[in-house]
């Protein structure tokens, strides 16, 4: 939920480590600071309060001196948003500083241990802990001080550590992403690669346990006490992929891009996806399982499994899944989806179905993230960075891939490949100047609303719960979605004069969900059809191309536009909503 990097190298560390932050703060956006080893060997820390855009200008950043520095961007989890809890952390003395994501969960007897031997705690954050541990155990030396630090931590962590009059940074991984990035002038340890794609794109993707020694000389890696050799990596993404470009905002950007990142998801290993199939086909209960957007992919993939493929899956949200453990087996197949692959809910569901010998298949956007080390198998969605904190690109590419994989075991791979392929123009036209200009019109009726109701039947259903999502994370307002034969049986209480009700609608249930809006209309509601024909129910009619089992994806994207116009139609940062984080790495 916070983002960390760190560089050691010939160049000004503060620089760096704020482009580093700017592009970390999807990550987390409530309070940042930097630490730098100073050209006189001691450690200065600024942190604070705010924007890092702001906190950087207050405070100065670039006066920083030094070439080796760590820095964060938090969203809190552990202590209020002040100045004392963001980070880094110092010990008693203010010789180490620290950075940290993850939680520790036994910061409290930790903190009584140290508070028991004098130590002075000045936040109360978990990761304070870390710089007071290492601090007690200076005796041994800075590094084999952090290693019997990290050794005593129970929870999740990366953690990056400086010491003055130390040239290295030290740090460590445990269920927390950390990558190396290997750049001629320097070397960076990060939560992410876009953090430092503008420098280099020669990445590390780092084990869970291991422990890293970077110094200018270069870095060394131990892992269960022992040096070991990581495999240097050379990532595709490029640093325009990261930046907003021509748009003010990374959410139009990203929405923007979907004609290419929907064909780019289906850049797939064809004997991959046979092997997939069989194993599909193979398996004794097959379980999609994720959260928020991803879950909602995985609602899609069900209703396309049962339609295209005639097979039953189970779609499940990871943070529920426990729930279903006694059901798994050595015959059991879950595919487990997620854009960060770093959601904690996720990784303790594919812990739980490794633990009963199922198989796991990770779906994911972000190479090296902990879903790629920890499935069995792997589809990448290829969608490159996503930053804002909404998924729009990586969830259509999400339904994609199970539209695919519907195909494909339905023996119509080719025919999916072509049907998904033949949308490209289709998709393009819908982030368009007119449609947006529609949009904006439909959020300036919406703006002001209380409540805005979602309706939609069978796949269009899983598109509401996805609709109503968007809107209300970006915009604020209240957004609920409902299965139209569901109305009836309660949501109608709500129907005022006036009331928006959004209405999916497909040609396959065109007059069962038509009913459902009359019975909203009948009561005073304000009809917005998302269809490709219009009908006089509608106050307002969003036109979208009829698409079939590919309505999933066509319907979605004029819901992004539309809670992307909200947002800024109210003020709000698309990108950055308040309370949310991209990587959400705490259960
Ligand atoms: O990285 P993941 O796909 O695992 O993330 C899951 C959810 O946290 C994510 O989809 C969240 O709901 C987004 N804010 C949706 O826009």
């Known amino acids: 939920m916070c983002g960390i990097i760190g560089y050691i190298g010939s160049k000004k560390a503060s620089t760096i480590l704020l482009k580093g932050l700017k592009n970390l703060e999807y990550r987390g956006y409530d309070s940042a600071g930097i630490a730098t080893n100073h050209a006189t060997g001691h450690i200065e820390v600024r942190k604070s309060v705010g924007k890092i855009e702001e906190i950087a200008r207050r405070l100065n950043f670039e006066s920083f001196e030094g070439n080796i520095g760590i820095a964060h961007t938090r969203w809190a989890t552990h202590g209020a948003v002040t100045d004392e809890n963001a980070h880094p952390h110092t010990d008693c003395e203010g010789k180490i500083a620290i950075v940290h994501n993850g939680i520790i969960e036994n910061y409290r007897e930790l903190r009584e241990q140290l508070i028991s031997k004098g130590h002075r705690f000045t936040s109360d954050t978990d990761s304070e802990v870390i710089a007071h541990l290492i601090e007690e155990n200076l005796q041994y030396g800075f590094e084999d001080a952090c290693m019997k630090a990290f050794d005593s931590l129970e929870g999740s962590y990366a953690v990056l550590a400086l010491k003055e009059d130390e040239d290295k940074i030290v740090g460590a991984r445990k269920d927390s992403p950390l990558v190396l990035g290997i750049a001629e002038h320097g070397v960076f340890l990060a939560s992410d690669i876009p953090s430092f794609l503008e420098w280099t794109n020669k990445v590390v993707y780092l084990n869970n346990y291991d422990f890293i020694i970077a110094e200018r000389g270069g870095v060394k890696v131990y892992n269960d006490g022992k040096e070991v050799s990581r495999h240097i990596d050379t990532v595709e993404w490029n640093v325009e992929e990261a930046k907003k470009g021509e748009f003010k905002h990374f959410m139009m950007k990203e929405m ?260 459902n809006a009359e019975e909203v209309k009948s009561r005073g509601g304000y009809i917005i059809g998302v269809s490709s024909e219009q009908d006089d129910l509608f106050d307002f009619w969003i036109k979208v191309p009829e698409a079939e089992e590919l309505n999933p994806i066509v319907q979605i994207i004029p819901m992004q536009v539309l809670a992307y116009e909200l947002a800024v139609l109210r003020g709000l940062d698309p990108d950055k909503p308040r309370n949310l984080a991209k990587s959400v790495t705490v259960i």
């Open 256 to 515: 923007s891009e979907q004609a290419e990142t929907i064909m780019r998801a289906l850049q797939q290993d064809k004997n991959t996806v046979w092997d997939i199939v069989d194993e599909i086909k193979n398996a004794f209960g097959v379980f999609f399982v994720g959260c928020g957007s991803s879950y909602h992919a995985c609602l899609a993939g069900s209703y396309l499994f049962s339609k295209v493929a005639k097979v039953h899956v189970n779609a499940v949200l990871a943070s529920e899944f426990e729930n279903y453990e006694h059901f798994l087996t050595d015959r059991t197949l879950v595919f487990a989806v997620s854009q960060s692959g770093e959601t904690a809910d996720i990784l303790l569901a594919v812990r739980a179905a490794k633990r009963k010998e199922s198989r796991v298949i990770g779906i994911t956007n972000v190479v090296g993230s902990s879903l790629t080390m920890e499935g069995h198998a792997l589809i990448m969605m290829n969608s490159g960075p996503e930053i804002c904190v909404l998924s729009t690109k990586t969830y259509t590419s999400q339904v994609v891939l199970m539209t695919m994989l519907a195909y494909a075991v339905a023996g119509k791979y080719e025919d999916g490949l072509e049907k998904i392929g033949g949308l490209y123009l289709e998709v393009y036209n819908l982030t368009s100047r007119t449609m947006r200009d529609s949009l904006t019109t439909l959020a300036e009726i919406l703006c002001d609303k209380w409540d805005i109701y979602l309706i939609g039947r069978g796949l269009q259903y899983t598109t509401a719960l996805e609709a109503a999502l968007k809107i209300k994370e970006v915009s604020y307002l209240h957004a609920e979605a409902f299965a139209g034969g569901e109305l009836k049986h309660g949501p109608l209480a709500l129907i005022e004069e006036g009331t928006p009700c959004i209405v999916f609608v497909s040609s396959e249930n065109r007059s069962k969900i038509l009913s």
